[in-house]
């Protein structure tokens, strides 16, 4: 199985989206293993003014 690494754009559009089944990452996580760098990470909790739960608990 290949493995794909994600970028921030992928995971903000699945985070927004109402529908996560109609998300590009919700249709390619049937056929790929994922990988998140270590900077997508940080720009990703970096921009969470919030600190939501959804993004500690997927990235953390």
């Known amino acids: 199985m290949e493995v ?3 970028d921030t754009g992928l995971l903000i559009e699945f985070y927004r ?3 996560k089944k109609n998300t ?3 249709k390619i996580s049937q056929k790929y293993k994922f990988a ?3 900077i997508v990470k940080y720009e990703v909790l970096r921009g969470d003014k919030i600190r939501d739960k959804f993004w500690i608990e ?3």
């Open 4 to 6: 794909i690494c994600l």
């Open 24 to 26: 590009f990452l919700f």
């Open 36 to 38: 998140i760098p270590t």
């Open 58 to 60: 997927f990235l953390i």
């Open 17 to 19: 989206s109402k529908n």
